[in-house]
């Protein structure tokens, strides 16, 4: 099969890699012509272009590029490809861009990989991301059925964990797991680094160990991503945000009582529910 792979980044790349990998003829995109050549020495990609026109001929065709470019990259891409061809994305907000090119191009999926590195760029592409993790496909009504079986067929040869539901459940879902962490880890940063006493924060950077490290992981990944999650998932984050800080008034308002029983028994109630949500 051809395929297509519009932006070559960590999602974009890994993509590359193990579609090759299978035999599949891929052709990527890129907007710099130096990632294009990386690509094609590193072996992510077939061949590659900064031109739309590569990917003519192609049957699929993934949208890999940062979320505020989904949208008008695939309203430039459309006028080179022909009727049948599958288009789907991997952006972590979908209700918007589903609701923008579902009319646009009738073999539109949307689609979001679970998987992925606080490091971006082609360099950081790897062999078998995807595998075992979740990969949600969000369909509307009007999706043909054929454009829902391809990508899922090319979603199973990955290892992924194929999910369908509505594209505001998603962006509902990952407010929650995925969009809210990122918010509330760069406030622990910042929080750490509104230390006044230099001698204090410097012993703190010096103890951080795998607790700080665990927590602030996804706090300290690319601004760009975590921008966007705030811009294209706006009302679902500020839930989540206005629900994460009642929580955390409950724990200082226990704290400040000193009710330690109260206290250990929500701390408990956190442990016995934290894996239903990680293995």
């Known amino acids: 099969m051809k395929i297509g792979i519009l932006g070559l980044g960590l999602i974009g790349g ?16 890129s907007r710099q012509e130096s990632t294009c050549q990386k690509a094609i020495a590193l072996g992510n990609v077939d061949q590659a272009s900064v031109e739309l026109s ?59 990989p679970m998987a992925g590195t606080t490091d971006s760029g082609i360099e950081a ?3 078998n991301l995807f595998f075992a993790r979740p990969y949600v496909l969000t369909p509307v009504d009007t999706t043909p059925r054929v454009a829902i079986t391809v990508v899922e067929e ?24 995925s969009h809210l962490p990122v918010m509330v880890s760069g406030s622990l940063i910042a929080a750490c680094i509104s230390e006044t006493d230099p001698d204090v924060l410097q012993l703190a950077q010096n103890f951080a160990s795998s607790g700080f490290r665990d927590t602030s992981r996804v706090g300290g990944g690319n601004p760009e991503l975590g921008v966007m999650m705030a811009q294209y998932n706006r009302q679902a984050l500020l839930g989540s945000l206005q629900q994460y800080r009642h929580k955390l008034d409950e724990l ?7 009710n330690w029983a ?5 701390l408990r109630s956190n442990q016995q529910a934290r894996p239903n949500f990680v293995d």
């Open 125 to 127: 592409a790897q062999r």
């Open 14 to 29: 890994s993509l590359g890699f193990d579609l090759r990998s299978q035999g599949h003829d891929v052709l990527g995109v």
């Open 154 to 177: 090319i979603v199973r040869s990955l290892g992924a964990i194929i999910y369908h539901c509505h594209p505001e459940q998603h962006d509902r879902a990952v407010s929650w797991i």
């Open 262 to 266: 109260l206290l250990e028994n929500k």
């Open 54 to 112: 590569l990917l003519a001929d192609t049957e699929v065709v993934f949208i890999c590029t940062p979320i505020g470019l989904i949208v008008p990259q695939v309203q430039q891409l459309i006028a080179h490809l022909s009727p049948g061809t599958v288009v789907t994305d991997v952006g972590s907000v979908k209700a918007p861009i589903v609701q923008a090119l579902s009319p646009l191009w009738e073999h539109f999926i949307g689609g979001h």
């Open 252 to 258: 200082i308002h226990l704290i400040e009582q000193e």
